[in-house]
Antibody, heavy 119, light 110 residues
Framework: QVQLQESGPGLVKPSETLSLTCTIS????????WTWIRQSPGKGLEWIGY???????NYKSSLKNRVTISLDTSNNQISLKLTSVIAADTAVYYC?????????????WGQGTLVTVSS | QSVLTQPPSASGTPGQRVTISCSGS????????VNWYQQLPGTAPKLLIY???QRPSGVPDRFSGSKSGTSASLAIRGLQSEDEADYYC???????????FGGGTKLTVL
């Protein structure tokens, strides 16, 4: 059974870069889309973007200039980098596997990791 | 403001049937499939319905999904206290070339 686990710093200073890793266990990166989604405190879900196992990416247009999603197939990990963070980037960040690309069919999800942007 | 519109709240008593709507447009629900997620308090979202009306293994058949035109619905029959959660719809949007979520509906079991 595939399991996902997010990891990374829980506190990032404004204007710095948020970096998170999602470790995939119990399955392979191959043949799936891997997605990052975030949820601001008390708010709804926001899709950040995905990476296809081939390395092709697609990002939310409003975040495109600041976000990078990449793969590390040797370690079965995907990563998220978000530059020039502001307070509004404070959120729980989830990684998820998308079973069919560009459908929003996400299963499973990681447990999420809270990242707070504050000085 | 979300591109997919859900009522912010819904409620019902144990045993009742409740429905949650998700309204979109031709560029999202009208041309793509809809998925539903259940988020219990303090936990990650869980896939509840995919491809408009399909239930993943392990999801009780009390949950069902449907789609018509540019709207979709999630129905829960035989409401139970453990169904109290936030529910989100999601669909790909061809105009935005991205995935969009509804704003979420908080279901209260009275």
């Amino acid at each position: 059974q595939v399991q996902l686990q997010e990891s990374g710093p829980g506190l990032v200073k404004p204007s710095e870069t948020l970096s998170l890793t999602c470790t995939i266990s119990g399955g392979s990166i191959s043949n799936y889309y891997w997605t990052w989604i975030r949820q601001s405190p008390g708010k709804g879900l926001e899709w950040i973007g995905y990476i296809w196992y081939s390395g092709r990416t697609n990002y939310k247009s409003s975040l495109k200039n600041r976000v990078t999603i990449s793969l590390d197939t040797s370690n079965n990990q995907i990563s998220l980098k978000l530059t020039s963070v502001i307070a509004a980037d404070t959120a729980v960040y989830y990684c998820a596997r998308e079973l069919v690309g560009a459908t929003g069919w996400f299963d499973p999800w990681g447990q999420g990791t809270l990242v707070t942007v504050s000085s | 403001q979300s591109v997919l519109t859900q009522p912010p709240s819904a409620s019902g008593t144990p045993g009742q049937r409740v429905t949650i709507s998700c309204s979109g447009s031709s560029s999202n629900i009208g041309s793509n499939t809809v998925n539903w997620y259940q988020q219990l308090p303090g936990t990650a979202p869980k896939l509840l319905i995919y491809s408009n009306d399909q239930r993943p293994s392990g999801v009780p058949d009390r949950f069902s999904g449907s789609k018509s035109g540019t709207s979709a619905s999630l129905a829960i029959r035989g409401l139970q206290s453990e169904d109290e959660a936030d529910y989100y719809c999601a669909a790909w949007d061809d105009s935005l070339n991205g995935l969009i979520f509804g704003g979420g509906t908080k279901l209260t079991v009275l």
